[in-house]
């Protein structure tokens, strides 16, 4: 039987989403963390953020409900106790889902009210049992216009229930907040952009993995994996902002994502090493991914030439035939300016563990500010 949210749920809503957001947020300095990212919960300099997502709780196919593999349980359960140990006023949110989840589990889910319940109420009782401040909703995607409009019915539900929550509990509501394609637009089909400005507290903008050399539609050149702009193409950073903000989000609810790592493409000369230089698929790695750790360690070893390039706002660097696109120090720093100038509520990183001594969370720390 479908379930019903009482009426006077709504009305509640209402006031309690108005005084929610009146408060405003916290900058967001925000990073995600995994168990194999390659760093412990304490090993995170939780100093530099503001918010840490810890990834990822798994959506249990048949009844719907949030869980925590057993695996993970003891680094998940401790996560917000040990990063407040550095940082005690650094706030946590449980990820739900992730890029290795099946979309078709979480399209089912939204389907329908019993299953969007079930997913809703097991969500918050994890999130509360395991003292996180928020939830983050990572569907990888969408893929029809019946299913964003489903999103948008999941997150409107969603937003009542954690009101409700709130208000029979006397806690602080859950954040509620998701990582969402780099535009308003994912290949022709629109987010409910209604729901998202009334029902999350923000929204991660994946402002990457825009080139790569395993993909079907960058093999053979190489290419900035996560520009800020881009005078070839629509495909930017700075082009997916401008989307959403036209679609009808407000700046202050949209966060820039950018990477901690790169990708590693086998160039065809290596004699011509610039973007968008002929290449013959992947380097290094089995889909070319390398993080900014390896990346750094791979220019010192190699003796390899790095290069800023200011006007897509893109690192690159080559060695023989080997050319690696990535985000340094002079890019994250010149997108965190671009965020704050564009008045956003700040900028993520996936992910914390592949930064290298903390250099690039550091770096965008201080280009924000206080």
């Known amino acids: 039987m479908a379930s019903k949210t009482p009426a006077y749920v709504f009305s509640t809503l209402v006031f309690l989403l108005q005084l929610h957001f009146s408060a405003g947020q916290t900058v967001v300095k925000a990073a995600y963390w995994f168990p194999d990212s390659g760093v412990t919960v304490a090993g995170i300099d939780s100093t530099l953020f503001t918010y840490l997502f810890c990834a990822f709780a798994d959506l249990n196919p048949s009844t719907y409900q949030v869980t925590i593999s057993s695996s993970n349980l003891a ?16 706030k946590t949110l449980l990820s739900i889902g992730g890029g290795n989840s099946k979309a078709s589990i979480f399209a089912s889910m939204a389907s329908q009210a019993s299953t969007r319940k079930s997913f809703i ?19 990888e995607y969408p ?10 019915t ?17 806690n602080a509501p859950l954040l509620l907040t998701a990582a969402f394609f780099y535009s308003s637009d994912y290949y022709s089909l629109d987010y409910p952009i209604q729901a998202i400005s009334n029902s999350l507290d923000w929204v991660n903008v994946m402002a990457y993995d825009f080139y790569s050399p395993n993909s079907y539609s960058s093999p053979n050149l190489t290419g900035p994996p996560a520009a800020l702009y881009n ?16 679609a009808g989000v407000p700046a202050t609810k949209l966060v820039l994502g950018f990477p901690f790592y790169g990708y590693a493409w086998l160039l065809a000369n290596a004699d011509n090493h610039g973007i968008f230089a002929p290449a013959n698929g992947v380097a290094i790695s089995s889909d070319g991914s390398i993080t900014y750790s390896q990346i750094k360690d791979f220019i010192a070893q190699n003796g390899a030439t790095a290069v800023f390039n200011s006007t897509i706002v893109t690192d690159y660097c080559y060695a023989g035939t080997t050319w690696i696109g990535y985000d340094d120090t002079q890019s994250i720093s010149t997108k965190v300016t671009y965020a ?19 250099a690039l969370s550091q770096t965008a720390s201080q280009a924000w500010g206080a």
């Open 231 to 246: 005078p070839t193409s629509q495909v930017s950073g700075d082009t997916g902002i401008t989307a959403w903000i036209q």
């Open 340 to 358: 704050k100038g564009k008045g956003l509520l700040g900028y993520f990183a996936w992910h914390v563990g592949a930064d290298k001594a903390f």
């Open 154 to 170: 999941l997150l409107n539900e969603w937003r009542a229930a954690v009101a409700s929550e709130s208000e029979s509990s006397g």
């Open 121 to 139: 109420d097991s969500s918050i009782n994890l999130a509360r049992s395991n003292n996180f401040y928020g939830l983050d909703l990572d569907w």
């Open 75 to 90: 680094d998940f359960s401790t996560f917000t106790q040990t990063v407040q140990q550095k940082n005690p006023s650094v």
């Open 143 to 152: 893929s029809t216009a019946t299913e964003f409009a489903n999103l948008g």
